[in-house]
Structure formats: structure tokens, C-alpha cells
């Protein structure tokens, strides 16, 4: 089963590759083949095989011999891994549902993560997509599973899954939008934009799939992985903090951890002080 996840996994990490390479360009997804984007032969087959093409080709392109780019090496291997660990943690045959919105879910991460890196953008598609999604989704009584100790009240009323997407929603999202705010406040007279709104929509369409208690907790582990991610080109780059935070890829790890494990850590502090 894990093998066969692994397999499903790299061969949509290849096609999430192409999301990011285009999607922000408005070129078709579908329909055409991959070209080198160094000497724009059209791939064959054989040069489109996850993760072994790469290796067989030693990154280099099979007709200009260019070097491919690592990452898409890196997004197809990540992309196994998460649906493995998307298959096991959640025992997809007894929690399909979980384990196939946490799969999804985490594809939605990984294009946002790498187009933000890229463009410094985050397409609405995803943003507001994410949000309509984790609403519609709550009718159907979803949470991630291993939330439902927080959730414990929800549980036993099943109507109001709704109502607990709907305030993470407004909660993240108010949040966000204060930091948003002032931090444009502050930064604008330097011509620095610090903190882009699709941040805030990015937020809130992440919260309406964790409820707004996994959602709270979620903003402020992003705080903490942003400031980890920015430790080492602070101290390559003699940066400061906030020009060093790529933060729409600090959210989606973020996001990706507290659907994981967002509930142990919650407990675990909880205890600390009870
Ligand atoms: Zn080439």
C-alpha cells in the first residue's frame, strides 16, 4: 500500500512541477508536453519519468545537456513522501477521507510554497479556492482526524463542523489582516512591501480545514518556522528578519505540520501549564 502511494506520489509531484511552472505564466496545464527550458526540445517519455529520470540523466537534459533544475527532483520526492506519510498516519483504508484531504491538501502546500518562492504571488485559485473548499468540506462533518480531542464538543454535534470552519475563517483571517495592515503601515514609507494580502487568504483558506483552534495554533508555529527558515540567510546574508522571511512558505509548512501532529503540540503545551 505505502509502496503504491509512494508511486501515485511522485508521478503528481511530476504534474504539481509543471502547476508551478505555468499556472503562474496562464499557460494550459494539460495538453502539451514539456519542453527543456534551456534548449526547448519537446521531452519524450523517457525523460518524464519521476524521480528516475533525473537520476538517470545524472540532472543533466538528455539533448543540450544543461543542468536540470534540482527542484524538480526535490517537489516529485516530497510529493511521495507526503502521500506515504498522508497513507500511513491517517490508515487510509480505514479514513479515506482523511487521508485523501490531507494528500490534496498538502499539494495545494507544495505549488503555493515553490510560486511564492518563484513570484511572490499566491494565485486565488488556491487562496479562495481553499477557503470554499474547507467550507464545503465541514458539511460532510470533516476534521483532521487526530484533532478530535480539541474538537471534542463538535463532535457530538455535527452541525456545527460548519460553524467551526466558518470562525477559523474569520479568525485567521482577521489576524492576518491586522499583521497585514500594520505591517504595510509600517514598512510602506520604505517602499518595502512586508506582508502581501494574499498572505491573509492564504490563512484563512488553510483554517477552514483545521478549525480555528488547530488555526490559531497554526499562525503562530508559521511565526516560528519563518523565523527558522531565515536564521541561516540572516546569518549568511547580514539580513534582517523580516526581509529574510519568505512567509507564504513558512504558512504552508505550517499547515502541513499542524494537520499532522497540530493536536499533539496543542495537549502537550496545554499540559506544561495545567
Ligand atoms: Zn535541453
Redesign the pocket.
Known amino acids: 500500500m505505502l509502496a503504491i502511494s509512494f508511486i501515485l506520489g511522485i508521478a503528481i509531484g511530476s504534474f504539481l512541477n509543471v502547476c508551478i511552472l505555468r499556472i503562474p505564466k496562464e499557460q494550459a496545464i494539460t495538453f502539451t508536453r514539456s519542453q527543456?527550458?534551456?534548449?526547448?526540445?519537446t521531452l519524450q517519455p523517457l525523460d518524464l519519468i519521476p524521480l528516475f529520470s533525473y537520476l538517470l540523466l545524472a540532472g543533466k537534459?538528455?539533448?543540450?545537456?544543461?543542468p536540470i533544475a534540482f527542484r524538480y527532483f526535490l517537489v516529485e520526492l516530497i510529493t511521495g513522501l507526503i502521500f506515504v506519510i498522508g497513507a500511513a498516519n491517517f490508515e487510509i483504508m480505514q479514513n479515506p477521507l482523511n487521508a485523501i484531504v490531507f494528500i490534496a491538501f498538502s499539494c495545494v502546500m507544495i505549488i503555493v510554497f515553490f510560486i511564492d518562492i518563484d513570484h511572490c504571488i499566491i494565485p486565488d485559485r488556491f487562496s479562495i479556492g481553499l477557503i470554499v473548499a474547507g467550507l464545503l468540506l465541514s458539511f460532510t462533518g470533516f476534521y483532521p482526524l487526530n484533532s478530535e480531542k480539541l474538537y471534542i464538543g463538535l463532535i457530538e454535534n455535527n452541525y456545527l463542523f460548519f460553524a467551526n470552519s466558518l470562525l477559523a475563517v474569520i479568525i485567521a483571517g482577521a489576524i492576518f489582516f491586522v499583521i497585514f495592515w500594520a505591517s504595510n503601515k509600517y514598512y510602506a514609507k520604505q517602499g518595502i512591501e512586508a506582508f502581501g494580502f494574499g498572505d491573509v487568504k492564504l490563512a484563512a483558506g488553510i483554517a477552514a480545514f483545521l478549525g480555528w483552534k488547530l488555526a490559531v495554533f497554526m499562525l503562530f508555529f508559521s511565526f516560528f518556522i519563518g523565523a527558522l527558515i531565515s536564521l541561516p540567510f540572516m546569518m549568511i546574508n547580514k539580513k534582517k528578519l523580516k526581509d529574510a522571511m519568505p512567509f507564504a512558505p513558512a504558512i504552508c509548512i505550517s499547515a502541513i505540520v499542524t494537520f499532522l501532529v497540530g493536536e499533539h503540540i496543542v495537549l502537550w503545551y496545554w499540559q506544561l501549564y495545567s
Do not use: I
Open positions: 527543456c527550458p534551456n534548449c526547448l526540445t537534459c538528455r539533448y543540450c545537456k544543461k
